[in-house]
């Protein structure tokens, strides 16, 4: 009978052993999410690219281009009379 309960007494102490490991585990993919969410979070306030270690820009800005409208060209432009306001004295 002494063996059997040996075998017991080490089936506890493994199930306990055990049971340690998937509580270490658990607070493990608690803090694996948690620091997931906080680097979610600073990447949406300060995208990190490449260029930024290597002195590029800090961020992409978009390309646009400056013209006149097609409906007034320059000899439209020069032909118009401009309006004069005159100033209130206060």
């Known amino acids: 009978m002494g ?7 080490l089936l506890r102490s493994k ?5 340690d490991l998937q509580r270490l585990l658990e607070e ?3 803090k694996i ?3 997931r969410s906080k680097l979610d979070k600073f990447q ?3 995208p990190q690219t490449h260029s930024n270690f290597i002195g590029g820009p800090r961020k992409q800005r978009a390309q ?3 013209a006149e409208p097609q409906a ?3 000899s439209d ?11 209130t004295n206060r």
Do not use: A, C, P, T
């Not at 063996?3 to 007494?9: A, F, G, T, V, W």
């Not at 199930?15 to 049971?19: A, G, L, P, S, T």
């Open 3 to 9: 063996s059997l309960q040996e075998m017991e007494r």
């Open 15 to 19: 199930d306990e052993k055990i049971k």
């Open 28 to 30: 493990k993919e608690d």
């Open 33 to 35: 999410i948690q620091l």
């Open 44 to 46: 949406s306030i300060l």
């Open 64 to 66: 646009g281009i400056s």
């Open 72 to 74: 007034m060209r320059n």
């Open 77 to 87: 432009i020069s032909k118009s009379v401009s309006r004069k306001f005159s100033k």
